[in-house]
């Protein structure tokens, strides 16, 4: 099915088999704030490296799995079959980077990042520049052999267990004054601090807080590719990311499905199973259905990445992919929570798990009204013949 290859198969096969490994951990990290003892947490990230399924996204010459498009959904559809971000040890670091990062910057992040000793943290969105990316205030001040950095960053996930961040910022002065520029900076650093930790709809470990950045002084060697360059390595990160998301969306709808299913067969009522009631059937048969279509969506889309796509139908499609996979999945876990009943509503059921986890794939890598303006501009520019 689907026309994947042997190569293909065994590593879904073993990613699929350390999803399950992780799931029975789900209810003890749901009762301890997504928490799970150190240990147990650094168990599992060696098993990922082991297994080769953490940086599968990044160059094999570096270090990393050098995994096709089409390879990377299915190790992260399986990750996306895990509730409570257990399975984000499957990592992915910034496959945008090695290609405009300096010998320097390979050695000091990319390398360390591949193997598992850095994480990365992404500091965009501000308060008032979410959506619009081009309206943040941040601001980068060339100053000798070193940039000084200024800025209030919001929701920056994973800020509680990053070694550095990517910072973007307007340049302040010189020739690309108030253009974009991004930074590595190193985590902690002086001037960099939290200003609050919000609490979030789902039950993670990673953090995602407000973060200060007050004259953070990085040398000019962790500029990231030129300035004025900024925008593009987001738009590079962003197309990833979306076609990741929706990877993992199709691994959290087939597992609702399942577990969904697989209850609907054994509960009774009226001395009848409820799988055997039209209003049930109706919604596994919508869910199963929407599940096939996504997925058909998001493989065609990783495979056209591979077969080398113009870029720019491959950001209008894996927007699609994005967009589509995220409402299919939210739709799934709504009708997974009716068919378990009252016990959906319990945070020991996957289905309720889901159905708040699941909530934030619309709205982060860009909402879903976001990635509907890229896919009709696209549409008006290119025309449907050219990206479906
Ligand atoms: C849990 C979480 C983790 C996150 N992690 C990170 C992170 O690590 N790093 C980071 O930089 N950011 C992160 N974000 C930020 C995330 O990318 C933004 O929240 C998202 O892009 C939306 O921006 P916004 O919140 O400012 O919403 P807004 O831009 O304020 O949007 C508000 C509403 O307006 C709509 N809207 C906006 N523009 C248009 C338009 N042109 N047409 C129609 N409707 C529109 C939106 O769809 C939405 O419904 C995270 C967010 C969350 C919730």
Same mark, same amino acid.
């Given at each position: 099915?689907?026309?994947?290859?042997?190569?293909?198969?065994?590593?879904?096969?073993?990613?699929?088999?350390?999803?399950? /490994?992780?799931?029975?951990?789900?209810?003890?990290?749901?009762?301890?704030?997504?928490?799970?003892?150190?240990?147990?947490?650094?168990?599992?990230?060696?098993?990922?490296?082991?297994?080769?399924?953490?940086?599968?996204?990044?160059?094999?010459?570096?270090?990393?799995?050098?995994?096709?498009?089409?390879?990377?959904?299915?190790?992260?559809?399986?990750?996306?079959?895990? $509730?409570?971000?257990?399975?984000?040890?499957?990592?992915?670091?910034?496959?945008?980077?090695?290609?405009?990062?300096?010998? %320097?910057?390979?050695?000091?992040?990319?390398?360390?990042?591949?193997?598992?000793? +850095?994480?990365?943290?992404? +500091?965009? $969105?501000?308060?008032?520049?979410?959506?619009?990316? %081009?309206?943040?205030?941040?601001?980068?001040?060339?100053?000798?052999?070193?940039?000084?950095?200024?800025?209030?960053?919001?929701?920056?996930?994973?800020?509680? $267990?990053?070694?550095?961040?990517?910072?973007?910022?307007?340049?302040?002065?010189?020739?690309?004054?108030?253009?974009?520029?991004?930074?590595?900076?190193?985590?902690?650093?002086?001037?960099?601090?939290? &200003?609050?930790?919000?609490?979030?709809?789902?039950?993670?470990?990673?953090?995602?807080?407000?973060?200060?950045?007050?004259? !953070?002084?990085?040398?000019?060697?962790?500029?990231?590719?030129?300035?004025?360059?900024?925008? $593009?390595?987001?738009?590079?990160?962003?197309?990833?990311?979306?076609?990741?998301?929706?990877?993992?969306?199709?691994?959290?709808?087939?597992?609702?499905?399942?577990?969904?299913? +697989?209850?609907?067969?054994?509960?009774?009522?009226?001395?009848?199973?409820?799988?055997?009631?039209?209003?049930?059937?109706?919604?596994?048969?919508?869910?199963?259905?929407?599940?096939?279509? +996504?997925?058909?969506?998001?493989?065609?889309?990783?495979?056209?990445? %591979?077969?080398?796509?113009?870029?720019? &139908?491959?950001?209008?499609?894996?927007?699609?992919?994005?967009?589509?996979?995220?409402?299919?999945?939210?739709?799934?876990? %709504?009708?997974?929570?009716?068919?378990?009943?009252?016990?959906?509503?319990?945070?020991?059921? &996957?289905?309720?798990?889901?159905?708040?986890?699941?909530? &934030?794939?619309?709205?982060? /890598?860009?909402?879903?009204? !976001?990635?509907?303006?890229?896919?009709?501009?696209?549409?008006?520019?290119?025309?449907?013949?050219?990206?479906?």
């Amino acid at each position: 099915m689907y026309g994947l290859t042997d190569a293909d198969l065994r590593i879904q096969a073993t990613a699929r088999s350390f999803a399950d /490994e992780l799931i029975p951990f789900e209810e003890q990290a749901e009762a301890a704030n997504g928490e799970l003892p150190a240990d147990v947490t650094a168990g599992h990230e060696k098993r990922a490296i082991e297994l080769g399924l953490h940086a599968a996204n990044m160059p094999a010459e570096l270090g990393g799995g050098g995994m096709t498009a089409v390879q990377q959904v299915l190790v992260q559809e399986q990750a996306g079959r895990v $509730t409570n971000a257990l399975a984000w040890v499957v990592g992915t670091p910034p496959s945008w980077l090695p290609a405009v990062a300096t010998p %320097d910057q390979i050695e000091r992040y990319v390398r360390p990042a591949i193997r598992g000793e +850095a994480v990365e943290c992404y +500091a965009i $969105t501000e308060e008032g520049a979410g959506s619009d990316v %081009d309206a943040i205030e941040a601001t980068a001040r060339r100053d000798g052999d070193s940039y000084l950095l200024g800025g209030e960053k919001w929701h920056v996930t994973s800020f509680n $267990t990053a070694t550095f961040a990517f910072f973007q910022a307007k340049l302040t002065g010189g020739e690309h004054a108030g253009e974009h520029a991004m930074f590595l900076v190193d985590l902690p650093s002086p001037g960099v601090s939290v &200003v609050r930790t919000p609490g979030y709809t789902h039950t993670i470990s990673h953090h995602h807080p407000i973060v200060a950045f007050r004259d !953070v002084r990085v040398p000019a060697a962790n500029l990231v590719g030129a300035e004025g360059d900024g925008m $593009t390595f987001a738009y590079e990160w962003f197309r990833f990311e979306r076609l990741m998301v929706a990877a993992r969306c199709l691994g959290a709808a087939d597992r609702l499905v399942t577990e969904a299913s +697989a209850f609907a067969s054994q509960r009774e009522v009226q001395g009848v199973p409820i799988s055997s009631l039209g209003m049930i059937q109706a919604m596994l048969a919508d869910s199963l259905t929407e599940l096939f279509a +996504a997925r058909a969506l998001v493989y065609e889309t990783a495979r056209g990445i %591979d077969d080398g796509a113009d870029v720019k &139908v491959q950001h209008a499609q894996c927007s699609m992919a994005k967009l589509y996979a995220s409402e299919m999945a939210g739709r799934v876990a %709504d009708r997974a929570v009716q068919i378990f009943g009252g016990r959906g509503y319990m945070r020991e059921n &996957v289905a309720e798990r889901f159905y708040r986890e699941l909530r &934030v794939e619309r709205i982060w /890598e860009g909402t879903s009204e !976001v990635q509907k303006v890229i896919i009709a501009d696209q549409l008006a520019k290119r025309g449907a013949g050219a990206l479906v």
